[in-house]
């Protein structure tokens, strides 16, 4: 297959099975260094996030690329096969398309994933897997979400991740001047919700990272506190609410730990987000009395309330991507050719050189110049139409389209 797209995504599988099969962003070029070593794929690139993990390739087989992709994260390729969906190239240049434009995510329009496609390319062409097709896909893939965000509202009033995770709070607590935030991890989603919730003037924000330095950066520019990772299990009783979303690909959050604050904090609510892939708050801590645990396929349906004002603008989308579809598919099929195009004219170079040394040497050896080139465009044309005549003498050509195809080449018309 020349173009396909195996993936998982918030549709088709749960957010159980999507953190098993998630990369971590440092973890990328690694991972399509030893695609590539073990599957015959020109090209390859990994598109690993909270909603979705989709592997573009240039050739191979898709059931190739689900037995690496199982096997990498110790999975059976048949339990992984149920939760995953394979795309020809029409449709996976159409579904990039649409993935850049925002228009298969869980929150219609919204901006996040294009930063994260573009670190897809950028881990591809480090490990060396970035071929000409596949680094002409996705540059047309954010040249189309540009132009869909240009010329549509698809991303008019965006409703976030983010921003659900404020609404909810608010049904929590009557109001976030009084509470305490704590926000684990200091990556892009944590920044943005770290932006919604300022915006309500809490009493108390600090960030927790495993490297202080980052911690430290958006403490200062939120105008809040820091901490390291280690140090936040004996000052977790102190806050009301836990925002988390790191790169961990273990719970850094446990039962135990969580039961402990709640103790301490006298069973006052503790609001909690677990934005990451895969999960940093074990699942068992929703269970508890007092903890207000939400993950980020709970927030999928609250910022689906927020989409109707958008899509109108699906419409205009879909209608400007099917455009840019056409046009790249027609490029995919030019390139098709260009192996057979460059066989024609080196065939024909070549005859060209025999006649011109041939008629050098008639030169050389003092023949008429007339008789020479008369000479040399009589063997051009016996040579190039070798080929054409012999296919006509040659082939029953009971339909004709033999002879329609070389009419077509040649612009013969019947008088």
């Given at each position: 297959?020349?173009?396909?797209?195996?993936?998982?995504?918030?549709?088709?599988?749960p957010?159980?099975?999507?953190?098993?099969?998630?990369?971590?962003?440092?973890?990328?070029?690694?991972?399509?260094?030893?695609?590539?070593?073990?599957?015959?794929?020109?090209?390859?690139?990994?598109?690993?996030?909270?909603?979705?993990?989709?592997?573009?390739?240039?050739?191979?087989?898709?059931?190739?690329?689900?037995?690496?992709?199982?096997g990498?994260?110790?999975?059976?390729?048949?339990?992984?096969?149920?939760?995953?969906?394979?795309?020809?190239?029409?449709?996976?240049?159409?579904?990039?398309?649409?993935?850049?434009?925002?228009?298969?995510?869980?929150?219609?329009?919204?901006?996040?994933?294009?930063?994260?496609?573009?670190?897809?390319?950028?881990?591809?062409?480090?490990?060396?897997?970035?071929?000409?097709?596949?680094?002409?896909?996705?540059?047309?893939?954010?040249?189309v979400?540009?132009?869909?965000?240009?010329?549509?509202?698809?991303?008019?009033?965006?409703?976030?991740?983010?921003?659900?995770?404020?609404?909810?709070?608010?049904?929590?607590?009557?109001?976030?001047?009084?509470?305490?935030?704590?926000?684990?991890?200091?990556?892009?989603?944590?920044?943005?919700?770290?932006?919604?919730?300022?915006?309500?003037?809490?009493?108390?924000m600090?960030?927790?990272?495993?490297?202080?330095?980052?911690?430290?950066?958006?403490?200062?520019?939120?105008?809040?506190?820091?901490?390291?990772?280690?140090?936040?299990?004996?000052?977790?009783?102190?806050?009301?609410?836990?925002?988390?979303?790191?790169?961990?690909?273990?719970?850094?959050?446990?039962?135990?730990?969580?039961?402990?604050?709640?103790?301490?904090?006298?069973?006052?609510?503790?609001?909690?987000?677990?934005l990451?892939?895969?999960r940093?708050?074990?699942?068992?801590?929703?269970?508890?009395?007092?903890?207000?645990?939400?993950?980020?396929?709970?927030?999928?349906?609250l910022?689906?309330?927020?989409?109707?004002?958008?899509?109108?603008?699906?419409?205009?989308?879909?209608?400007?991507?099917?455009?840019?579809?056409?046009?790249?598919?027609?490029?995919?099929?030019?390139?098709?050719?260009?192996?057979?195009?460059?066989?024609?004219?080196?065939?024909?170079e070549?005859?060209?050189?025999?006649?011109?040394?041939?008629?050098?040497?008639?030169?050389?050896?003092?023949?008429?110049?007339?008789?020479?080139?008369?000479?040399?465009?009589?063997?051009?044309?016996?040579?190039?139409?070798?080929?054409?005549?012999?296919?006509?003498?040659?082939?029953?050509?009971?339909?004709?389209s033999?002879?329609?195809?070389?009419?077509?080449?040649?612009?013969?018309?019947?008088?």
């Amino acid at each position: 297959m020349q173009l396909f797209t195996l993936g998982l995504n918030h549709e088709s599988a749960p957010l159980a099975i999507r953190e098993r099969v998630a990369f971590a962003a440092e973890r990328l070029q690694d991972a399509l260094t030893e695609f590539k070593r073990v599957q015959p794929v020109r090209e390859a690139a990994i598109l690993s996030t909270c909603n979705r993990t989709e592997i573009y390739c240039a050739a191979g087989e898709p059931s190739e690329a689900l037995e690496w992709l199982a096997g990498h994260h110790g999975l059976q390729a048949q339990e992984l096969k149920t939760y995953t969906y394979t795309l020809s190239p029409s449709d996976s240049v159409r579904h990039a398309f649409r993935v850049a434009s925002g228009l298969d995510s869980m929150v219609l329009g919204e901006p996040q994933i294009l930063g994260q496609m573009k670190e897809a390319v950028r881990s591809a062409e480090a490990a060396g897997t970035l071929g000409t097709t596949l680094n002409r896909l996705f540059q047309r893939s954010f040249a189309v979400a540009k132009e869909v965000r240009t010329n549509t509202a698809i991303g008019a009033n965006v409703v976030s991740m983010a921003a659900a995770s404020v609404k909810l709070a608010l049904r929590i607590f009557p109001g976030l001047e009084k509470q305490k935030i704590l926000f684990i991890g200091a990556g892009e989603m944590i920044e943005l919700c770290a932006t919604h919730f300022a915006a309500q003037h809490p009493h108390t924000m600090v960030f927790a990272n495993r490297t202080l330095e980052r911690a430290e950066h958006l403490a200062q520019r939120f105008g809040a506190g820091a901490m390291e990772l280690r140090d936040m299990p004996e000052l977790l009783p102190d806050y009301d609410i836990v925002i988390s979303c790191t790169a961990s690909s273990l719970p850094i959050l446990g039962k135990g730990t969580m039961e402990r604050a709640v103790r301490i904090r006298r069973h006052r609510p503790v609001f909690m987000v677990d934005l990451a892939v895969p999960r940093d708050i074990e699942p068992e801590v929703a269970k508890m009395d007092d903890v207000f645990l939400y993950t980020i396929d709970d927030l999928a349906e609250l910022v689906r309330e927020g989409v109707d004002a958008r899509q109108s603008a699906v419409s205009q989308a879909e209608a400007i991507i099917e455009t840019q579809v056409g046009s790249f598919l027609h490029w995919m099929s030019a390139r098709e050719n260009v192996p057979l195009i460059r066989a024609l004219r080196d065939t024909a170079e070549d005859a060209r050189r025999a006649e011109l040394d041939r008629a050098l040497k008639l030169l050389a050896r003092g023949d008429d110049p007339k008789d020479v080139l008369e000479a040399l465009s009589h063997g051009l044309t016996g040579k190039l139409m070798h080929g054409p005549t012999q296919a006509l003498n040659q082939s029953e050509d009971s339909d004709g389209s033999l002879k329609a195809v070389i009419a077509r080449l040649y612009h013969l018309h019947r008088k």
